[in-house]
Each structure stands twice: as structure tokens, then as C-alpha cells.
Nanobody, 116 residues
């Protein structure tokens, strides 16, 4: 089992930056894929970015060039650096740990609000 705790959310003006952190309760070195997802009010949860154990990354088109996902296996932490934030980035951001088919874990989320 993996417990995930997100932090770093808050209120920021459009064009600003935030860095989200996701701290895991155990080593993430062998976790297949760590990811960030978000859910805006009235919308479905959507993929933001993922990073695999081999460090390959994947981003939603809407955040490419603005967001960067990274992982620090020594700290059991995954980060999401968000730059050039837009009001449409406003959402609750969730951390996900995907171990293998049918087994993944979610954090409780951190709220990001971008004002125009």
C-alpha cells in the first residue's frame, strides 16, 4: 500500500508559478508510474503528467511546455512545476501511484486556483 500526500497548492495570479509536491509513504523507486491528475469544478478528472520509473514523461497537450514533472526517489517525492499558469488550470490536483494493472493509489488532492 502507498499513502500519498500532496502539498504546494494555493492561489496565484495568471502567469505565475507553483510547485506541487507529492510525498509517498514508501519508496517510489520501483513504482511503475507516478502521475498528476486534476479535476476542475463540474469536469471529469484528467491526466496532467506522468513519469515512469525509467524517467520517461508524458504530458497533456494543454500543459506541454508549461509544466514539468519530476521524481526524487531518494525523497520518495514527485513534483509538478507549473509555470505560466492560466485560469483554466484551476482545479484540484491529485497525485497517483500506479503499481501494476488494477492497483493504484491516490492522494486527497491539493487545490490550485489561478486568478485572471
Amino acid at each position: 500500500q502507498v499513502q500519498l500526500v500532496e502539498s504546494g497548492g494555493g492561489l496565484v495570479q495568471a502567469g505565475g508559478s507553483l510547485r506541487l509536491s507529492c510525498a509517498a509513504s514508501r519508496s517510489i523507486a520501483t513504482i511503475n508510474t507516478m502521475g498528476w491528475y486534476r479535476q476542475a469544478p463540474g469536469k471529469q478528472r484528467e491526466l496532467v503528467a506522468t513519469i515512469r520509473s525509467g524517467l520517461s514523461t508524458n504530458y497533456a497537450d494543454s500543459v506541454k511546455g508549461r509544466f514539468t514533472i519530476s521524481r526524487d526517489n531518494t525523497r520518495n517525492t514527485v513534483y509538478l512545476q507549473m509555470n505560466s499558469l492560466k485560469p483554466e488550470d484551476t482545479a484540484v490536483y491529485y497525485c497517483n501511484a500506479y503499481l501494476y494493472p488494477g492497483v493504484d493509489y491516490w492522494g486527497k488532492g491539493t487545490l490550485v486556483t489561478v486568478s485572471s
